[in-house]
Antibody
Framework: QVQLQESGPGLVKPSETLSLTCTVS?????????WGWIRQPPGKGLEWIGT???????YYNPSLKSRVTMSVDTSKNQFSLKLISVTAADTAVYYC???????????WGQGTLVTVSS | QSALTQPASVSGSPGQSITISCTGT?????????VSWYQQHPGKAPKLMIY???NRPSGVSNRFSGSKSGNTASLTISGLQAEDESDYYC??????????FGGGTKLTVL
């Protein structure tokens, strides 16, 4: 069974860089599928951040594209998110996810809360 | 890209049926067969309920069904049960190779 687990700092200062890692178990990232990051500000809805294909192709939300970088480390079976120049508006629960065969998201991590505050 | 439009809230009594709409454009819902729906209980990760417009993953009750017409997708829940009370989100793959979520709908079972 595919399992995903987010990790990273829970507190980031304004203007700094948010860095998160998703560790995957039960499936090898190098075998295929899209891997994504999705966030949810407190009390608000879901927002797609970006997706990386197992060979490294990336797709980003146009509204975040200038600040987002995603990468894959197949040796560690992990993929990562970097979001630069964060503000309080980037405070959210960040989820990593894997897509299915129809570009849906059947597999999710438990989510990790990242707070942007000085 | 703009978020897909969902009603903020819907409600229904146990046993009734409700439908949640999700309206987009020809660049997302109207131009894509890849529409999915998610249920999210408070403090939990979203759960996939419908994919590919109208398909149910294994283990999801057949009381949940999905459809699409033009730029609008719909999620119907029949035989409402108390456990269905939750937030629901639609999601679409777009013609720009991105994904977009709806704003979410809070379902209240009266």
């Amino acid at each position: 069974q595919v399992q995903l687990q987010e990790s990273g700092p829970g507190l980031v200062k304004p203007s700094e860089t948010l860095s998160l890692t998703c560790t995957v178990s039960g499936y090898s990232i190098s075998s295929g599928f899209y891997w994504g990051w999705i966030r949810q500000p407190p009390g608000k809805g879901l927002e797609w951040i970006g997706t990386i294909y197992h060979i490294g192709d990336t797709y980003y939300n146009p509204s975040l594209k200038s600040r987002v970088t995603m990468s894959v480390d197949t040796s560690k079976n992990q993929f990562s998110l970097k979001l630069i120049s964060v503000t309080a508006a980037d405070t959210a629960v960040y989820y990593c996810a894997r897509d299915g065969a129809f570009l849906e998201w059947p597999y999710w991590g438990q989510g990790t809360l990242v707070t942007v505050s000085s | 890209q703009s978020a897909l439009t969902q009603p903020a809230s819907v409600s229904g009594s146990p046993g009734q049926s409700i439908t949640i709409s999700c309206t987009g454009t020809s660049s997302d819902i109207g131009g894509s067969k890849y529409v999915s729906w998610y249920q999210q209980h408070p403090g939990k990760a979203p759960k996939l309920m419908i994919y590919d417009v109208s398909n149910r993953p294994s283990g999801v009750s057949n009381r949940f069904s999905g459809s699409k017409s033009g730029n609008t997708a719909s999620l119907t829940i029949s035989g409402l049960q108390a456990e269905d009370e939750s937030d629901y989100y639609c999601n679409s793959y777009t013609t720009s190779s991105t994904w977009v979520f709806g704003g979410g709908t809070k379902l209240t079972v009266l």
